[in-house]
């Protein structure tokens, strides 16, 4: 990731929060967020394959 991406990433999260916080909804940019999302965790999963963590740290937490 460029420090262009990264600045303007931490910009736009900057932005939803400030929105949410004003309680402001934004049906065009949740819709964005979701596509990229799903998009994002498809190709991890093709790339990784599933990680079951959650269950992992449950046992672990259990355990102690």
Do not use: H
């Not at 979701?34 to 740290?57: M, N, S």
Request: charged share 45%; aromatic share 2%; glycine share 4%.
């Amino acid at each position: 990731m460029s420090t262009d991406t990264d600045t303007s990433a931490k910009n736009e999260l900057q932005i939803a929060i400030e929105r949410m916080r004003k309680g402001i909804r934004d049906p065009e940019a949740e819709k964005k967020a979701l596509e990229t999302l799903t998009r994002d965790r498809e190709e991890l999963r093709k790339r990784i394959g599933t990680v079951d963590v959650a269950v992992e740290l449950i046992r672990e937490f259990r355990d102690r």
